[in-house]
């Protein structure tokens, strides 16, 4: 069995969600935005953050697998789930959970980039940054985070704790 403990509050993270969709809010201001969110991760921070925009946005989902159902890359990457709106000249803002290796955003990002987009950019709830190998960094960040496995706010260990309010870290007993 696994313990968690609490890493980042739930008080803290609507705090800095607050904060960079003000951000987002003024780099993108009076622009149309597709948001496009990474499944199954990102979708309670997506849902979070997307009703703090207020310009146009339009959302869509996309479900790439780098993972298994453990806590080790296979280092590539499929898409089991494409998006359907229309993205040529349009803003469109990546909503992920998190940046490790940074393979996932770096093929993704590759793979939009060849649909002519006006600009891309990447926000990501946590950013795991000594453990990036791939050349990509994300626009928005709310939380750098040391390298350790966590879960709750719509991530995941083993498909589970994704319902919880807050973000913990994962011990093993
Ligand atoms: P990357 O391709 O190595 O950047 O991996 C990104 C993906 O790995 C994220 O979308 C998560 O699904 C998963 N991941 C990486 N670290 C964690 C973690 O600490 N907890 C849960 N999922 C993680
Ligand atoms: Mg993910």
Do not use: H, W
């Not at 590759?110 to 990509?136: F, G, M, N, Q, Y």
């Amino acid at each position: 069995m696994e313990k968690i403990t609490t890493l980042i509050s739930e008080e803290n993270i609507e705090k800095r969600i607050n904060e960079i969709a003000e951000m987002i809010n003024k780099d993108l201001k009076g622009e149309e935005v597709v948001a496009l969110v990474l499944l199954k991760g990102a979708f309670i921070f997506a849902a979070d953050i997307v009703r703090k925009l207020d310009m146009a946005v339009e959302i869509d989902f996309v479900q790439l697998s780098s993972y298994g159902d453990g806590t080790i890359s296979k280092g590539s990457v499929d898409v089991t789930k494409n998006f359907s709106v229309d993205i040529a000249n349009k803003n469109v803002l990546i909503i992920e959970d998190i940046i490790d290796t940074g393979n996932t955003l770096y093929y993704f990002k590759k793979e939009l980039e060849k649909k002519s987009p006006k600009d891309v950019k990447i926000c990501v709830l946590l950013d795991k940054k000594e453990r990036r190998t791939a050349p990509i960094g994300a626009d928005y960040v709310c939380f750098d985070i040391p390298d350790e496995f966590v879960v709750g706010y719509g991530l995941d260990y083993a498909q589970r704790y994704r319902e919880l309010p807050f973000i913990g870290r994962v011990e093993k007993e």
